[in-house]
C-alpha cells in the first residue's frame, strides 16, 4: 500500500526554523520526484518545492526561495524540506506528494501527482 507520512511541523516563533519529513513507505522513492505543496485557510494548494527522482534538480516558489531547502535521502525512503527564516504568511498545512514522473517540470500540475500524504500543520506566530 501506497503511503506518505509527514512529520515535523508545529508552532514556531517567526524567524525560526523546522524541518517536516515525508516518510515513503509501499514504493521506492527514488523511483519518483517528490513535491511540497502547502495550503493555509481560505486559500488553494500551491506548490511550494519540487526534487528529482535522483535528487539531481530542485524547484522552488519565490515565495520560499533562499529559505527552504528540499532534499531526499532514498536510502532512508524519506524526503524533507528545512525551512528556515519562517513568516507568519508560511503558516499553512504542509503535504508532500509522490509525482508520476522522475522530474519535476508541471509538478504541480494534477494530473503529475499519484498520491499524497495527510498533511502537518506549520504555524508561524509570536
Known amino acids: 500500500q501506497v503511503q506518505l507520512v509527514e512529520s515535523g511541523g508545529g508552532l514556531v516563533q517567526p524567524g525560526g526554523s523546522l524541518r517536516l519529513a515525508c516518510a515513503a513507505s509501499?514504493?521506492?522513492?527514488?523511483?519518483?520526484?517528490i513535491g511540497w505543496f502547502r495550503q493555509a485557510p481560505g486559500k488553494e494548494r500551491e506548490g511550494v518545492s519540487c526534487?528529482?527522482?535522483?535528487?539531481?534538480?530542485?524547484v522552488y516558489a519565490d515565495s520560499v526561495k533562499g529559505r527552504f531547502t528540499i532534499s531526499r535521502d532514498n536510502g532512508k525512503n524519506t524526503a524533507y524540506l528545512q525551512m528556515n527564516n519562517l513568516k507568519p504568511e508560511d503558516t499553512a498545512v504542509y503535504y508532500c506528494?509522490?509525482?508520476?514522473?522522475?522530474?519535476?517540470?508541471?509538478?504541480?500540475?494534477?494530473?503529475?501527482?499519484?498520491?499524497w500524504g495527510q498533511g502537518t500543520q506549520v504555524t508561524v506566530s509570536s
Open positions: 509501499g514504493f521506492r522513492l527514488d523511483y519518483y520526484a
Open positions: 526534487i528529482s527522482s535522483s535528487g539531481g534538480s530542485t
Open positions: 506528494a509522490r509525482a508520476t514522473v522522475t522530474y519535476c517540470t508541471g509538478y504541480t500540475l494534477p494530473r503529475r501527482i499519484g498520491s
